[in-house]
Structures are given as structure tokens and as C-alpha cells.
């Protein structure tokens, strides 16, 4: 088994320098750091191995788990080498959600090697322990983990600066006037998508008016929801999704409303806004196509098998939940609550292995649906009864004549733990109970089932506090974004440590760490 792992994480730097060679045509500064960041900590980290008396097991899991997460970075710059690239702009991210992507991904990929260095080392339960300083082994990577924000934005600036370059000496080399019309708006709007946050100049003309009949909408339905149905399309060439409203003078104020915050939101773990056209009363909201809702990817996994409910691997399942939960920390840090969150608002693309050894695939996982977000104060009390869906909703959200219904962000909280059942178990919550009878067993405590064997003590006990009848006592998304990936951590390491060393974090004070942990608590 050493020797299979060993052959893997040769792979992996193999797959490092082969990201060095490759000659990309756009993000050029980004690229370059992400294939130099893999190169030099894998050189670092061969210097280790997994000792004979510590074993391979634990090894192999880590390894496994690092090229899985290096295939998103080999992904994001093979799509920088489209020969085409100022058309695969549009359909990959805006700069904002591009540079937080980047970040979030190298600290990903730094975890994966700070286990595997403290796995060489043999002594894994030192992560869990807060009497001991941190190992030397991995001392180089605290500081590389410590400055990958700053990093990360000065290479999405240099590569903006570059293309602002590249297309003003296009405009005045008249190589727009040269292109069809549809192609000159997919020119202005690239952009727009780049745009950096609060930089309202780049120096080029207006964006062409888009109009209804830059949108072919196909007969292929992908989902209903929020009043509009969501239908494959085609947007000035590039395939899209596009949300259906009919809206007559009555609604046209809340489709429109909905337009614009969706257009506002920018974050890799978001459904990404394209565009908004209207003709008479026909609204359409064009967004990124996904492959399919997440509801709809367990299914499948259900049917490979006999038919019966099936969860996801545990590392799978904290890489999509710790993706959900990063999604709701940025709507909830713009004061934003979503209050439809379950699976079918949940959008997927995977990236299958192209590795046998790497049996689990890559999951890009979205959060979207925001017709029925409200945006508020961070301490906004919420009064509308009975919004979203009835098994993902939370006690106090009901309509009941001995409710009060008053309920804050918490909320969605409480959605999110009913996402992750489903995640580990593959089920629908509180299947085969009658509605009508639900609110009444919330009440009295009724959760669903999790999983003894499959969920260890410490990630049912983060469920438990996500589902708990005291809302005020639901951890916020920025706890749950830390302890998830102390979870995965331990998942790696195969250790199982204590539910208080996972998740003693004051709620009242998120600045500061976990008392039990010295690594990954601060990087989130």
C-alpha cells in the first residue's frame, strides 16, 4: 500500500510540473501561482513518508484526498488555455468570486499537506491538542497558508491589468468592429464580469443593451421554484440557464427585485448571474448552467445501487457541505438569508475521477434560488409565517396559531443540518411522515436519524447544534465553516477526537480560535 500511495503522490507532483509547462491565455499571474505553490510544498513534503511504524493507511487516505483536491487547480488552468479565452470568461467567474475560489482551494490543498507532514511525523493527535506548539514539520506552511489572500490578490490584479491592456489595444485596433453583434456583447459583458468590485471604469465603451432575443430558451425543464420555471438556453452562444418569470404589474417589482440582488452576489459557492432581459411580460433571469441539483445527484447514487438511500463517503461529504456552508457565511455576512435552503436548491457540476485510485469524484457545489432571500440587518427579526419548504424548515418558521413567528438567520441553519442528513443518509428528512403532523413532533423534538456508524460522535454533535429548538443556540455559518474543516482534518487523520476539542467555539466572539486547535481555525 506505501508503494501505491507513494506512486499517487508522485502523481501529484508530476501533475505540479506539468501545470508549470502549460501556456495559458489569460490569469496568466494566477496560474503561475498555483502551479508553483503545488510544486514547491510537494518537493517539501517528499522529503517525508509515511514511517513503518506509523503505517500507510492513514497516508493513502490523505494522499488520496490531496489529488482529488489538486484536480479543481488542474482544472481551473486547463480552462485558461482555451484558444478562445475571452469567450470562456464569461462562462467561468468574475474576478471577485475567481480570486475568493483561488483562496479557498489553496487552503484546501494546504490542509492535505499539513496532514500528510503530521502523519509522517506520527503524531497526529497533536492537532487536537492544545498543550503542544506546533510541530516543525509544518512550520513552512503556516506561513505560505498566511499569506494566501495577499497572494491571490495580487495575481488576479496583475492578470486584470493584463487583459484591460489586451482589449483596449483590440478597441483601437477596431477588432470589435470586425466581430458579429452577438459577439460584441459577449465581449462588453466579459467586462462587466470582471469588473473588480467598486471599480465602476476599465476604460471601455458601454456594454451593448441586451436584449430578449439574445436569450434562445430550449424546452429542457431543469427545476421550478420562486415562481418562474428554469429551462436550458443558449445566451448569445454560450449554454445557460434561464429562470421564466410571467409577470404582469402585480409581480413585476418582486421579479425585478430578485433580479437585482441575485446580480449583486459574488462568491465561487453561488450561482453565478449573467443577466437580466424583459419583453412585455416575459422576465428572464440567465444564470450559469449547473448539471443538476444536488437532490438529483443523490438520487443517482441511489439507483446505481438496489434503490435504497445511500449517503455520500465522509470525506465527500464534508467537502460539499463545507461548500454549502462557505456559500450561506457570504449571503449571512451581507446580511442576506436565503429561507429556502434544502437539495433542490442546491446545484452541482461533477468532475469525474480520471484517477482508479481516486475513486471519489469532484463536486462543484452552488447555493441558489433567491427568490424568496430577504436582505436585513445582521439582527433583523423575521415575521413572515411558513416561506420555504415544509421538511427543511425550521420549528420557528412555521405558521401556527401558538407560534409567534418571529425567527432569524438561525433559520437557514437549521435547513442546512436537514442538507446534511440527506447528504449522510441519502434521504429525504422526515420521509413518510404526514405533513400535517410534522410542526407538532418538531416541537417535541423529533430530528431525524443520523447514521451511528457511518457519522462519528463529533460531526453528529455539529448537526445536533445546527438543528437544536433554541435558535439562539445554532452555531453561525462562520463556526460551522472552521469546524467542518477540523471534521475533515480528523476524517483524514483517523482519529476521533472528543466533540469539545472539534467544536468549542464561542459563539458570542467568532474572532477568536478554538481552544483545542492551532491550525485550521485562524485560515478560514
Known sequence: MAHTSMSLFEECKNVAAALQRKKVNFNKSLSKLLANTYSVSLDETSKFGPREEV???????????????????????????????????????????????????????????????????GNQNLLFDH???????????????????????KACNEDLNSLKSWIQDKYI?????????????????????????????????????????????????????????????????LAAAAKVFLADRSNAKVVETEAQLFASLRHPNVVRFIAYVVEKDQHVIVSELMQMDLRNYLDGLNKEGDGSPRGLPLPEAVDIMLQIAQGMRYLHDGRMMHRDLKSKNVLVNVIPSTNSRVPSSVLEVKVTDFGLAKLKTDNSIFSTKGVGTTRWRAPEVYEDDNNPGKYKKSADVYSFAMVFFEVLTGETPFDGIPLGKLLQKLHSGLRPRLPRNECPEYLSALIKKCWSRNAARRPTFATICKTLVNCKVAILLAQSPSPRSILSYDLDDESRLCSNCHFSCRFI
Open 55 to 121: 503505517g500507510s493507511s492513514e497516508w493513502e487516505k490523505a494522499v488520496v484526498e490531496l489529488r482529488r483536491v489538486m484536480s479543481c487547480g488542474e482544472l481551473l488552468v486547463t480552462q485558461w488555455t482555451d484558444k478562445q479565452w475571452w469567450k470562456t470568461v464569461i462562462s467561468s467567474s468574475d474576478s471577485a468570486s475567481l480570486q475568493a475560489k483561488v483562496v479557498l482551494h489553496l487552503k484546501e490543498f494546504f490542509e492535505c499537506v499539513k496532514v500528510l507532514r503530521v502523519i509522517a511525523n
Open 131 to 153: 498543550r503542544n506548539s506546533l510541530l516543525s514539520e509544518v512550520r513552512d506552511l503556516e506561513s505560505s497558508m498566511s499569506t494566501v489572500e495577499s497572494d491571490v490578490e
Open 173 to 237: 485596433s477596431g477588432w470589435l468592429v470586425k466581430l458579429e453583434a452577438k459577439d460584441v456583447k459577449l465581449a462588453n459583458l466579459v467586462l462587466e464580469q470582471l469588473r473588480p468590485p467598486g471599480n465602476s471604469s476599465l476604460g471601455h465603451r458601454p456594454s451593448s443593451k441586451l436584449e430578449y432575443t439574445d436569450v434562445k430558451i430550449g424546452n429542457r425543464l431543469l427545476g421550478e421554484g420562486g415562481g418562474g420555471k428554469v429551462l436550458a438556453c443558449e445566451f448569445l452562444g
